[in-house]
């Protein structure tokens, strides 16, 4: 079994930055390649970024694209995503995954473990 906990979330002003972590826990060879996802009120839940098991590979939506960073340090079994010069519209819960792949993975049905979220509010 596999636990996945986010935090860093909160309030911020459009402009700002913040830094989501997300630490694993529990069987390694299912927390390969990992991702993060949003969802905010009444839409669908997207992609955001995602990295290879080794951190080699990583992909971006085109909306976050140059404004943020996913980092993974394997060492401490946790994923990161760097978030800059934030909008009203990266409002949203923020949610890490974890996948038994090991390349780049950016479809929500080939993650195996959903952690609970973490709450960003980006205010105009």
């Known amino acids: 079994q596999v636990q996945l906990v986010e935090s860093g979330g909160g309030l911020v002003q459009a402009g700002g930055s913040l830094r989501l972590s997300c630490a694993a826990s529990g069987r390694a060879s299912s927390t390969k390649a990992m991702g993060w996802f949003r969802q905010a009120p009444g839409k669908e839940r997207e992609f955001v970024a995602a990295?290879?098991?080794?951190?080699?590979?990583?992909d971006y939506a085109d909306s976050v694209k140059g404004r943020f960073t996913i980092s993974r340090n394997n060492a401490k079994n946790t994923l990161y995503l760097q978030m800059n010069s934030l909008k009203p519209e990266d409002t949203a819960d923020y949610y890490c995954?974890?996948?038994?792949?090991?390349?780049?993975?950016?479809?929500?049905?080939?993650?195996?473990?959903w952690g609970q979220g973490t709450q960003v509010t980006v205010s105009s």
């Open positions: 990295i290879s098991w080794l951190g080699g590979e990583t």
């Open positions: 995954a974890a996948s038994r792949f090991v390349g780049i993975v950016v479809v929500q049905y080939e993650y195996d473990y």
